[in-house]
């Protein structure tokens, strides 16, 4: 069971250069999400996905594009790095046919990013 | 917008010992949903435990329960019989059924004390 697969692990950028976060799963998820921490804070929602073709801003999408072309695959694409984007980023999925309460939200390992 | 505050930025125990971990919520929803998250430091989001807004039973899980105040927007986690296991960081969350969102707190550091 692969689940939620993020890569890379780690990754260190340079001030204004770009990078994809990838992100698949492999359970037929149609819900789909890309979330930040930074040390010492919660998660912080970036973008969501409802299904394929279908992207919508969380609570800090500046800096940030999405698309969702398939139902497996979710990239997260930084343009210009800054040095406030560094964190860690965590992609999750969940079923999203049935009430939140009975699904579980599936996390990825999390990708730890620092732009110097 | 909703808020989830969590007031204890770290907190210890005893292992055999019991903790209580703290949250309360800003909303003016009706329809939503609460969780409990554990981070290990391999940063894995692990689910310990979620609550239904409309159910009045506190949601209860092996060694974890809560105590779901919901007049006083409250939502604390009780893990009993602490095990060295347990040591992580702790997130509550809060689910819109109406955004589709989740909010988390911002982390309580539990350590667990041989």
């Known amino acids: 069971n692969a689940g939620v697969t993020q890569t890379p692990k780690f990754r260190i950028l340079k001030i204004g250069q770009s990078m994809t976060l990838q992100c698949a799963q492999d359970?037929?998820?149609?819900?789909m999400y890309w979330y930040r921490q930074d040390p010492g804070m919660g998660l912080k929602l970036i973008y969501y996905?409802?299904?394929?073709?279908?992207?919508d801003k969380g609570e800090v999408p500046n800096g940030y594009n999405v698309s969702r072309s398939t139902t497996e695959d979710f990239p997260l694409r930084l343009e210009l790095a800054a040095p406030s984007q560094t964190s860690v980023y965590f992609c999750?999925?969940?079923?999203?046919?049935?009430?939140?309460?009975?699904?579980?939200?599936?996390f990825g390992s999390g990708t730890q990013l620092s732009v110097l | 917008a909703q808020t989830v505050t969590q007031s204890q930025p770290e907190m210890s125990v005893q292992e055999a010992e019991t903790v209580t971990l703290s949250c309360t919520y800003d909303?003016?929803?009706?329809?939503?949903?609460l969780f409990w998250y554990k981070q290990p430091p391999s940063r894995q989001m692990i689910l310990v435990i979620r609550?239904?807004?409309?159910?009045?039973q506190n949601a209860t899980e092996n060694r974890f329960s809560v105590n779901f105040q919901k007049a006083a927007k409250s939502f604390s986690l009780k893990i009993s019989d602490s095990q060295l296991g347990d040591a992580a960081m702790y997130f509550c969350?809060?689910?819109?059924?109406?955004?589709?969102?989740?909010?988390f707190g911002s982390g309580t550091q539990l350590t667990v004390l041989p």
């Open positions: 969350a809060y689910y819109s059924g109406s955004a589709r969102q989740l909010t």
């Open positions: 609550q239904e807004a409309y159910k009045q």
């Open positions: 909303t003016s929803e009706s329809d939503y949903y």
């Open positions: 999750a999925s969940r079923s999203g046919t049935g009430p939140a309460t009975n699904e579980k939200l599936f």
């Open positions: 996905s409802v299904g394929a073709g279908i992207t």
């Open positions: 359970m037929n998820h149609n819900y």
